[in-house]
């Protein structure tokens, strides 16, 4: 990370860094973060793993484990790699194919914000995918 991390944060707005909850002031601020492994997370990018409901949100779940240190990084890298290679074979659209592929290089990186980035690009598609099966499965059979 050549210039480091910027992180944005809204009046009151809270995130995690390396296991601890910093909590905005009344102001906007934005400040970047130069130090290399460390873990970042704003609040309002958590997932609730009652959400993490289909593939690509259980893989970005993952990712916000091991991100806040709830998993540790090598078992998430395994599971993150092995999810998404299951996922580039389930969508194959060029698409597609290039968020997962990024995501796959920054998982065995064990960069765990950027692999919940593109998995979080990679969401409106698979929602779009979802609801498509779904109006398209006849409930009689």
Do not use: W
Not at 15 to 24: F, K, M, P, R, Y
Not at 104 to 126: T, Y
Request: glycine letters at 8%; proline letters at 4%; hydrophobic letters at 40%.
């Amino acid at each position: 990370m050549s210039g480091g991390l910027i992180i944005r944060l809204k009046p009151h707005e809270k995130c995690l860094i390396n296991g601890a909850v910093i909590e905005n002031g009344d102001r906007r601020v934005s400040f970047r973060v130069r130090s290399s492994n460390v873990n970042v997370l704003r609040l309002r990018d958590a997932m609730h793993p009652d959400d993490a409901n289909t593939p690509v949100k259980r893989l970005y779940y993952i990712s916000q484990l091991a991100l806040t240190g709830d998993m540790g990084e090598r078992e998430a890298e395994d599971k993150l790699v092995s999810g998404l290679d299951s996922l580039a074979e389930a969508l194959p659209e060029k698409f597609c194919g290039a968020l997962i592929q990024e995501a796959r290089v920054r998982a065995r990186a064990q960069q765990f914000f950027q692999v919940m980035r593109h998995l979080k690009d990679l969401m409106p598609h698979e929602d779009r995918l979802l609801g498509y099966a779904e109006a398209t499965v006849d409930p009689l059979g």
